[in-house]
């Protein structure tokens, strides 16, 4: 064999090889990197053959281990379902406002009722519960039809004007449309409902819808305005507003009423978990 040549100005050894007087020098690669590279190769081959690898034309290579994600995923759930459902079944057992002196069941149900109702409910009353017009807010002690446990229980079960044999329904009448009223009485009455709320009103219009007030509407939003959740009527008296507190806003419902909608939730969500919102909802803040 030749005497390797070394390159002058590096002080390498050449392969030998020349180009236009370009030398190439004899570089191997660091052999903490051959190893590495080895390394991997015996790892593949090895993983190869213990774990899932190669498709084949119906199915693939399972391994020697036998490892399957789709079992593990499987038994994972299956056993969060058997830790849950003794909870489950406890909670059908009992009654809803039983549910909250046990600690670890209450913990459960606040836990599984906020992940229904960001499912089932957000879209409606907001992620938070906050509400927009036409929505109630769940977070205040502000409550059309009762805030009781028993009472948001009762109304999720049933819904609110639903399809439900049993529903929530009391249609306030549609005053205008209806012409039960003229537009004059409707302004007077909207400024009579304005000034329970302590606005500042036309107090001769107002006067007048006092008058009109305890004819037409006392019935249900009681003597002093102070609604009646037996009746899922408003207290006006608040300066809490489901549909608007400027004069159009009530004018209008006085007008046309309003006949918001929930729709029934038996059915659709399991009995448990239906107790499970209600005790969620009853924790926002608002529960009497
Ligand atoms: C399609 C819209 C919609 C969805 C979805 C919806 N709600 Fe409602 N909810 C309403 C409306 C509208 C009202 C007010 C009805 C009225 O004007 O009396 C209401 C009223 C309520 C009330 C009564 C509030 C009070 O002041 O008495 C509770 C409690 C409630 N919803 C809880 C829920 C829960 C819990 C869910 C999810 C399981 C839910 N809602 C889903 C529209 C909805
Ligand atoms: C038969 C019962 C009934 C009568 C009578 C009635 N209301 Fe109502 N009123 C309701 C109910 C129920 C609601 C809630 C409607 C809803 O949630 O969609 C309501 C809602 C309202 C609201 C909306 C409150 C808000 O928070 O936005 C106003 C304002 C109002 N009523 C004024 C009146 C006036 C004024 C009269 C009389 C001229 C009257 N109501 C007569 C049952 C009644």
Redesign the pocket.
């Known amino acids: 064999m030749a005497k390797p040549e070394i390159d002058e100005i590096t002080g390498a050894e050449t392969t030998g090889h020349e180009w236009d007087g370009l030398k190439e020098l004899n570089k191997p690669l660091p052999r903490w990197w051959l190893w590495s590279l080895w390394a991997c190769v015996v790892w593949a081959i090895g993983y190869w053959i213990a774990m899932p690898a190669w498709p084949l034309v119906s199915g693939y290579t399972e391994g020697l281990l036998g490892y399957s994600q789709r079992v593990s995923v499987t038994s994972a759930l299956a056993e969060a379902k058997e830790a849950q459902s003794e909870f489950l079944e406890k909670i059908a057992a009992l009654e809803v406002s039983s549910i909250k002196s046990d600690p670890e069941l209450l913990r459960f149900s606040l836990a599984g009722g906020a992940a229904a109702f960001g499912d089932n409910c957000a879209p409606c009353h907001g992620r938070g519960a906050q509400g927009a017009p036409g929505y109630p807010n769940l977070n205040d002690d502000n409550w059309?039809w009762g805030g009781k446990l028993e009472d948001i229980h009762q109304t999720l079960v049933v819904g609110i004007r639903s399809n439900h044999d049993d529903t929530r329904d009391?249609?306030?009448?549609a005053?205008g449309r209806d012409e039960i009223?003229t537009p004059a009485q409707i302004a007077d009455?909207?400024q009579?409902?304005l000034s329970l709320s302590g606005n500042k009103v036309d107090t001769a219009a107002a006067e007048r819808g006092k008058e009109?007030?305890a004819e037409?509407?006392v019935?249900?939003?009681g003597e002093e305005g102070k609604g009646n959740p037996e009746?899922?009527?408003?207290n006006?008296t608040d300066r809490?507003?489901?549909?608007?507190?400027s004069k159009e806003?009530?004018s209008l419902?006085?007008r046309n009423?309003?006949?918001?909608v929930m729709p029934s939730w038996e059915g659709r969500l399991s009995p448990e978990t239906i107790k499970q919102l209600a005790v969620y909802v009853h924790s926002l803040g608002g529960g009497q």
Not at 240 to 245: A, E, K, R, V
């Open positions: 059309l009391n249609p306030m009448p005053f009223l009455a909207a009579f409902v009109i007030f037409q509407c019935a249900c939003h009746l899922g009527a408003p006006l809490i507003w489901l549909y608007g507190g806003a009530i419902t006085i009423s309003r006949a918001g």
